[in-house]
């Protein structure tokens, strides 16, 4: 992975980290187009822009992770899910970040899902993020582990179908999140120093260390313009998006054209 390659796989992660439309699918297709190899350091690299752009969350609302201890036991709770199905099957989770058709599924399917949330779910109370809501809301994470999901739109559901705002439901994603990405992280850069030592060379941290930064400049500005877009116009036109993008997909690979990402 060249250094440009990776400010634009940063950038792409930094956009679309906290859309309903999957970073990591959008990732992957950016990999693909730029013929950027599926090794490990790739792997690695995916996953710890995903926590850098995340850290946005930390320092725009710096001030609700002062809030109680209980907000972190919320949180606890809705991760649990997640850090076990995540240990329990991380190779095969890999093994899909290798698959740009099951991107495209995952996207037109994810798609249809949204626009119909959209219509017929849209609370417009606030109501409390109790333990068990928190944890139903961590097992609708755990779907996003499959590429094109998309873990923001996931938890976002998840929290709607527990009575929360689409506002509410958002924030409740962005703050999961740091736990979440920060778990995948560790994990991944203990598998990447025990499998292939030398990926840390003198290269391979400038590139990480810049990508890292890039998407979290790009998320802090993204996040701002999230909320607003979702409370005022909904799911809908990302529903639209992902199907159109999905589709495309699934026509290029049925008529042969090769998108698999190699080693």
């Known amino acids: 992975m060249t250094l440009l390659q990776a400010i634009i796989i940063a950038i792409v992660e930094g956009l679309t980290e906290f859309l309903p439309i999957s970073s990591t699918g ?3 297709i950016a990999q693909h187009l730029m013929g950027v190899p599926n090794d490990a350091f790739t792997k690695m690299f995916i996953i710890t822009t995903q926590f850098s752009a995340i850290l946005s969350v930390v320092v725009l609302y710096w001030n609700r992770f002062f809030q109680s201890f209980t907000f972190y036991f919320r949180l606890l709770a809705a991760f649990i899910p ?6 329990l099957l991380n190779d095969y989770i890999e093994s899909l970040l290798e698959s740009v058709l099951v991107v495209a599924i995952s996207l037109l ?21 109790t333990y068990p809501k928190a944890f139903k809301i961590g097992l609708f994470q755990c779907i996003a582990m499959i590429p094109g999901v ?5 938890t976002i559901i998840g929290g709607m179908t ?31 120093l025990k499998n292939a030592p030398d990926v840390f060379s003198g290269d391979n941290i400038t590139t990480l260390v810049v ?14 313009g999230f909320i607003s ?18 589709a495309i997909l699934l026509i290029l690979i049925a008529n042969g054209i090769d998108l698999q990402i190699t080693d």
């Not at 998309?150 to 996931?154: I, Q, V």
């Open 26 to 28: 959008h990732m992957i």
């Open 82 to 87: 997640a850090m076990v199905l995540g240990f």
């Open 109 to 129: 399917l994810g798609g249809f899902v949204l626009i119909l949330i959209d219509k017929y779910l849209n609370p417009k109370e606030e109501t409390e993020v």
């Open 150 to 154: 998309s873990r923001s739109a996931a």
């Open 162 to 192: 527990q009575g929360l705002t689409r506002k509410q439901a958002a924030e409740f994603s962005f703050f999961l999140a740091v736990p979440t990405m920060f778990g995948a992280s560790v994990l991944q850069l203990y598998k990447g």
């Open 211 to 224: 990508g890292n930064i890039v998407a979290f400049i790009v998320a802090v500005i993204a996040i701002k």
């Open 229 to 246: 877009i979702l409370t005022k116009f909904g799911f809908k036109g990302f529903g639209y998006y992902r199907i159109i993008l999905g």
